[in-house]
């Protein structure tokens, strides 16, 4: 009974070959995990960032508020990977955008809430 067994499960085991299936990309790039995280959390990813305070501190995380929401530079946030705090502006995708202004990414428009020299840097 035992050689049967073995010799059926063997059968079924050769004889079924298995197709491959292609499951799609499992590996996507830092802008496609910004979406898929952005999409999960609620928060809707944009071209057009607003920055409204900037915390720099010496021996810890620096944050900067941007579209209302504490981003850390330190660890790389999903939303915004290209992010440098600096004292008195921050750094996306290597363009410089001031507190209290609003900058759009693709056309390059800057729009300054405050007037020039409204904002002090403290030493």
Do not use: C
């Not at 915004?80 to 290597?94: A, C, K, Q």
């Amino acid at each position: 009974m035992n050689k049967i067994y073995f010799i059926f499960i063997g059968l079924l085991l050769s004889g079924g070959t298995a197709h491959a299936y292609s499951i799609g990309t499992v590996f996507y790039s830092n802008a496609e995990r910004a979406t898929l995280v952005a999409a999960r959390s609620g928060i809707t990813q944009t071209a057009i960032y607003s920055v409204t305070g900037i915390a720099r501190r010496g021996a810890g995380k620096s944050v900067a508020w941007i579209n209302g929401r504490a981003v850390t530079e330190t660890p790389q946030d999903p939303i915004i990977p290209t992010l440098v705090i600096n004292r008195d502006h921050i750094l996306i995708e290597g363009k410089p955008i001031k507190v209290g202004e609003t900058l759009d990414i693709i056309s390059g428009q800057r729009v300054l809430r405050l007037p020039e020299q409204a904002v002090r840097v403290k030493p």
